[in-house]
């Protein structure tokens, strides 16, 4: 397509950014409103029959609708699509004025923060998409657009959902005897042809980890089937064997292994849990796009009332609490100075304050009683005698019996047998010896098996740029 060509009768076209199988993307200017975009222009394989040509459609206008529902501030927004010429399609979408991952990459391994804030937002447009049921199914680093704000930082932008699947959609989307994907970061059951799930961008996204974090690919090759027939079989490659100098915390190594493991049921199942296993190795987690939490419950003063209004209030209250200030002091009071006073000796009085009272009779006193007369009805009192003073044991016994007695338990002398003491078995929680573990099973090979089952006419359908990076 030609330099200044008119697509749709507004979409100026200036010169080509990107180029795939089926795919050019080109920097354009919409007439109308002068504005940036990018235009995908699509087109069927060459020599495609009808019932190609009709599939090839059916994907077109699901990646176009699928991109048109989607509106995260880390997907690229759509602003139109439709079609040039029978065969011919195209998408308008925002135009990014930055790099790609693949570039960034390029100049090495990246610091670690830098790496997990940058795939932390990729993650976020993950979750948003997974939430809707959209996977996209070719995370890659060419896929993933960088681009630095009027803040100065840097915001991720996820695109071409050209392979894009809906949990719901049609399986004849899928054509027979391709594998649609990256062969860098196609997860394994997507290289067999199985039944695939959101969990296969999870797979991907520990792909973009790996790379960021290592500066390379986790398997390389010289050919797609030799790079897939490494996925499905061959362990992942421990960074310190592929960048000496790199020191990881042995935490993050293992929540990218987790991502790649070969199982689904073995990695995160859901890119929310996987954002929350990357968040502690962030300084600044304000970066990361993560899903919109709710607002912590605080109690808020009303808007719009005025300063004085609040201080009556307050007021008023101290005044309502006053009276309950007093009677406590009070009764503080009459309470300490009752304490004071003795049971036995009533407060003198003065003279002018000692009451008339008739002469007292005589009374005849009563014989003595013996105090030491036993009472008829004894009274039954408890008595809880102290435990017996514990005996330290000899210090020669102590060398020969290297296990140490519970504090509990009675000191028995050489001589004498120990009794048994439920008691202090009860007490006492029994030590067992605790038995490590057997080692996890050694993964047993698995052999790169195709969709034809045989082996030939096999075919990867990718946006390969033959670039070691653009994978």
Same mark, same amino acid.
Request: proline share 11%; with cysteine; net charge negative.
């Given at each position: &397509?030609?330099?200044?060509? !008119?697509?749709?009768?507004?979409?100026?076209?200036?010169?080509?950014?990107?180029?795939?199988?089926?795919?050019?993307?080109?920097? $354009?200017?919409?007439?109308?409103?002068?504005?940036?975009?990018?235009?995908?222009?699509?087109?069927?394989?060459?020599?495609?029959?009808?019932?190609?040509?009709?599939?090839?459609?059916?994907?077109?206008?699901?990646?176009?609708?699928?991109?048109?529902?989607?509106?995260?501030?880390?997907?690229?927004?759509?602003?139109?699509?439709?079609?040039?010429?029978?065969?011919?399609?195209?998408?308008?979408?925002?135009?990014?004025?930055?790099?790609?991952?693949?570039?960034?990459?390029?100049?090495?391994? &990246?610091?670690?923060?830098?790496?997990?804030?940058?795939?932390?937002?990729?993650?976020?447009?993950?979750?948003?998409?997974?939430?809707?049921?959209?996977?996209?199914?070719?995370?890659?680093?060419?896929?993933?657009?960088?681009?630095?704000?009027?803040?100065?930082?840097?915001?991720?932008?996820?695109?071409?959902?050209?392979?894009?699947? @809906?949990?719901?959609?049609?399986?004849?989307?899928?054509?027979?005897?391709?594998?649609?994907?990256?062969?860098?970061?196609?997860?394994?059951?997507?290289?067999?042809?199985?039944?695939?799930?959101?969990?296969?961008?999870?797979?991907?996204?520990?792909?973009?980890?790996?790379?960021? @974090?290592?500066?390379?690919?986790?398997?390389?090759?010289?050919?797609?089937?030799?790079?897939?027939?490494?996925?499905?079989?061959?362990?992942?490659?421990?960074?310190?064997?592929?960048?000496?100098?790199?020191?990881?915390?042995?935490?993050?190594?293992?929540?990218?292994?987790?991502? @790649?493991?070969?199982?689904?049921?073995?990695?995160?199942?859901?890119?929310? +849990?996987?954002?929350?296993?990357?968040?502690?190795?962030?300084?600044?987690?304000?970066?990361?796009? &993560?899903?919109?939490?709710? !607002?912590?419950?605080?109690?808020? $003063?009303?808007?719009?009332?005025?300063?004085?209004?609040?201080?009556? /209030?307050?007021?008023?209250? /101290?005044?309502?609490?006053?009276?309950?200030?007093? @009677?406590?002091?009070?009764?503080?009071?009459? &309470?300490?100075? #009752?304490?004071?006073? +003795?049971?036995?000796?009533?407060?003198?009085?003065?003279?002018?304050?000692?009451?008339?009272?008739?002469?007292?009779?005589?009374? +005849?006193?009563?014989?003595?009683?013996?105090?030491?007369?036993?009472?008829?009805?004894?009274?039954?009192?408890?008595?809880?005698?102290?435990?017996?003073?514990?005996?330290?044991?000899?210090?020669?016994?102590? #060398?020969?019996?290297?296990?140490?007695?519970?504090?509990?338990?009675?000191?028995?002398?050489?001589?004498?047998?120990?009794?048994?003491?439920?008691?202090?078995?009860?007490?006492?929680?029994?030590?067992?010896?605790?038995?490590?573990? =057997?080692?996890?099973?050694?993964? +047993?090979?698995?052999?790169?098996?195709? =969709?034809?089952?045989?082996?030939?006419?096999?075919?990867?359908?990718?946006?390969?740029?033959?670039?070691?990076?653009?994978?």
């Amino acid at each position: &397509m030609q330099a200044n060509s !008119l697509i749709a009768n507004r979409y100026q076209i200036e010169r080509r950014i990107a180029r795939g199988g089926q795919a050019s993307v080109y920097l $354009a200017r919409q007439v109308p409103l002068d504005r940036k975009v990018a235009l995908k222009v699509l087109t069927p394989p060459p020599g495609s029959d009808d019932e190609e040509v009709r599939t090839f459609q059916e994907r077109f206008l699901l990646e176009a609708r699928t991109l048109a529902t989607l509106d995260h501030p880390n997907i690229v927004t759509v602003y139109d699509y439709g079609q040039i010429e029978p065969g011919h399609f195209y998408i308008a979408m925002e135009f990014v004025e930055g790099r790609r991952f693949s570039e960034l990459l390029r100049e090495g391994a &990246m610091a670690p923060e830098r790496t997990i804030r940058l795939i932390g937002q990729v993650c976020g447009a993950l979750s948003y998409a997974h939430r809707r049921k959209v996977i996209h199914r070719d995370i890659k680093n060419s896929n993933v657009l960088i681009r630095v704000d009027h803040h100065g930082n840097e915001q991720v932008k996820v695109v071409d959902f050209g392979i894009a699947k @809906l949990m719901e959609d049609d399986p004849s989307l899928t054509l027979t005897g391709v594998v649609m994907g990256s062969p860098h970061f196609m997860a394994p059951e997507q290289a067999r042809g199985s039944e695939i799930d959101h969990r296969v961008d999870i797979y991907a996204v520990g792909v973009l980890l790996y790379c960021g @974090l290592a500066g390379r690919y986790p398997f390389n090759g010289t050919s797609s089937r030799e790079i897939v027939s490494a996925h499905l079989s061959q362990e992942i490659p421990s960074f310190s064997d592929v960048n000496p100098d790199l020191t990881l915390h042995p935490t993050l190594e293992g929540t990218v292994r987790r991502c @790649l493991a070969k199982e689904p049921e073995a990695r995160f199942q859901d890119v929310d +849990t996987l954002l929350t296993a990357l968040t502690p190795f962030l300084a600044d987690t304000d970066s990361i796009a &993560m899903p919109a939490m709710p !607002l912590p419950t605080k109690a808020l $003063a009303p808007e719009g009332r005025p300063a004085w209004v609040n201080m009556v /209030l307050a007021g008023a209250a /101290l005044v309502a609490l006053l009276p309950a200030l007093i @009677l406590a002091v009070v009764l503080m009071i009459v &309470m300490s100075r #009752q304490q004071t006073l +003795t049971p036995d000796s009533p407060p003198e009085l003065t003279a002018q304050e000692q009451p008339t009272a008739p002469p007292p009779e005589v009374v +005849t006193p009563a014989p003595p009683v013996d105090i030491t007369e036993a009472d008829p009805e004894p009274t039954e009192v408890t008595v809880r005698s102290a435990p017996a003073p514990i005996t330290a044991a000899p210090e020669g016994r102590r #060398q020969r019996d290297p296990t140490p007695e519970a504090p509990s338990s009675p000191v028995v002398s050489p001589e004498t047998e120990p009794a048994t003491d439920s008691t202090t078995d009860a007490a006492t929680p029994p030590q067992t010896a605790t038995t490590p573990a =057997p080692p996890p099973p050694e993964p +047993t090979p698995q052999t790169a098996t195709w =969709p034809d089952g045989s082996g030939d006419g096999f075919q990867i359908e990718d946006n390969d740029l033959k670039d070691p990076w653009e994978d």
